[in-house]
């Protein structure tokens, strides 16, 4: 491995605590000790424009920039992403010749992730949704998930799905232009205890649904051949920094905090971040007390369901569909879904690995301070 080679490492939203290991990584001088040099990409910054920062996604050049695409064009080395945006990734459609991406860790075992409501909207069950406005991250399964799940509960699954900027949808529900949106409870959740906001939070795995790992870290299939040295170290480095987080909440808050205003100027509430942190830390690890190695049977179950519930189909989303390749947001939810992708032609191994995961000691930070 090349000393000091660069890793762009690009985040699924502005810092937060889905990503203090990272951060606690690069602080304390891990990423260096492996000879890494990591650039943390938070969403918030002009990289992301015209994806997370504006109206419907658009901007005059036509791109759509995120973290994966950059990690599929090579200018990004790891992203995060979530499960269905992985399956996405392994199942484009006819004619598209993009790199099939891979799950290389699980940022967090625990499932925190929602669709949620403001409590005194009345719109106490997923059923509740029908007729109303769900604030969308426009992914390609996103809508028909929240309409299995209304359905589950009762409803018809008959709701508009509004297409937002992405980092301002958690204020559109506070502003209550919209009805609902998924969120991460540890996260937004928190913020809106501090804000004395109260919520209906409708966890998706009690309404039928088994959820995957979310969110996940992902890597370009030839970055995972060409450099399986890079990806260890890596992840070595990252899961010392997830692991010690979880034991050390108060200070990993106060390191994020800062470390987010050195890297890009983000500014982050000290108070509403060791809330967080405290909150959501067991949830990196697993039962033996280790970040980032997954399970066939929880991917397996997944996968299962998106085949049994006829959402494992071949159409993408598009805001410019293509006849027999693409459909909108509100053709997909009513049908329009292409042909059906068989199950098995979807293997959980080939959407995840543990394999970078090694028993290798740690290398000593080349920081002794930093590294206590």
């Known amino acids: 491995m090349t000393p000091d080679r660069e890793v762009v490492v690009a985040l699924d939203w502005s810092p937060n605590t889905n990503h203090t290991g990272f951060y606690i990584a690069k602080v304390k001088g891990w990423y260096e000790s492996e000879g890494l040099k990591v650039r943390l990409l938070g969403a918030q910054e002009p990289d992301y424009r015209g994806s997370y ?20 064009a090579k200018t990004a080395t790891f992203a995060m992403n979530s499960p269905e945006g992985v399956i996405g990734w392994n199942t484009p459609p006819p004619g598209l010749d993009r790199p099939a991406l891979k799950t290389i860790a699980a940022v967090l075992q625990a499932q925190t992730s929602a669709i949620v409501t403001l409590k005194e909207s009345g719109l106490a069950r997923p059923r509740d949704l029908d007729g109303k406005i ?6 390609r399964f996103e809508g028909r998930i929240v309409q299995k799940m209304i359905r589950n509960d009762g409803g018809t699954g008959d709701f508009q799905e509004k297409v937002l900027p992405m980092l301002g949808i958690w204020n559109t529900l506070l502003a209550k232009a919209a009805d609902a949106t998924w969120v991460f409870t540890g996260w937004e959740g928190v913020e809106a205890k501090r804000q004395g906001v109260e919520l209906n939070t409708f966890m998706v795995q009690d309404y039928g649904i088994p959820y995957g790992y979310a969110p996940c870290l992902v890597a370009h299939p030839e970055t995972l051949a060409d450099e399986p040295d890079m990806v260890r170290a890596f992840l070595r480095a990252t899961a010392r920094g997830f692991e010690w987080a979880a034991a050390h909440p108060d200070e990993a808050a106060d390191i994020l905090v800062k470390a987010a205003m050195d890297d890009s100027g983000f500014v982050l509430d000290a108070d509403m971040v060791r809330m967080s942190q405290r909150e959501l830390g067991e949830a990196y690890l697993d039962a033996e007390g280790k970040w980032g190695r997954m399970e066939a049977l929880r991917w397996d179950a997944y996968l299962d369901w998106l085949s049994e519930e006829g959402l494992l189909t071949t159409f993408t989303q598009s805001r410019a569909p293509q006849e027999g390749v693409s459909a909108s947001l509100d053709e997909l939810r009513a049908g329009k879904v292409g042909a059906c992708i068989p199950r098995e032609a979807v293997p959980s191994a080939k959407l995840f690995t543990n394999e970078f995961f090694d028993t290798r000691p740690m290398a000593p930070s080349r920081n002794s301070v930093t590294s206590l």
Do not use: L
């Open 53 to 72: 920062s504006e109206e419907n996604g658009t901007n005059p050049d036509g791109d759509y920039p995120t973290p994966c695409a950059k990690v599929a």
């Open 134 to 139: 769900y604030a969308s991250y426009a992914a």
